[in-house]
């Protein structure tokens, strides 16, 4: 007779599982890759960086690595210069680990948003204003 009914054509509800784009699981999924590879390389350069995101194009042609680290703004040349030496070290991680038919080819760049909120951050703890109104309280 007919299809069964109930079920609908086209994808099957198991294609839906996930409720964010592929671009923003990939990228989660390749920042998860290079955090944890970034602990396994022996460079003390390396020791306190935080992979913050990582923005994944949807061809998978290129990753912007943000990263922010303890030393600020003072190790970003150290920092830079050790994830570059280290680039096709993450690189055959990810295609090791994803499993996809390309991998991105990786740009690192220090996470200034972080970088700006811990600015504003400094600026409204030493605002004399602010200061005075919370002693009065």
């Known amino acids: 007779m007919g299809r069964p009914q109930g079920r609908s054509r086209g994808r099957s509800s198991n294609s839906r599982k996930h409720s964010y784009p592929r ?12 955090a944890e590879e970034l602990v396994r390389i022996d460079d003390d350069r390396l020791a306190f ?11 998978m042609n290129r990753g912007i690595v943000f990263y922010d680290s303890l030393q600020g703004e003072e190790g970003d040349k150290q920092i830079l ?30 996470d200034d948003g972080i970088r700006a909120a811990a600015r504003i951050d400094e600026v409204l703890r030493n605002d004399p204003m602010r200061t005075r109104n919370l002693d009065s309280e």
């Open 49 to 59: 960086v935080t992979v913050t995101s990582i923005d994944v194009d949807s061809e």
């Open 81 to 110: 210069e050790a994830l570059n030496e280290n680039r096709k070290r993450l690189q055959s991680a990810i295609a090791t680990q994803i499993h996809a038919r390309r991998t991105p080819i990786l740009e690192f760049r220090p």
């Open 23 to 34: 671009a923003a699981r990939i990228s989660e999924t390749v920042r998860e890759v290079v």
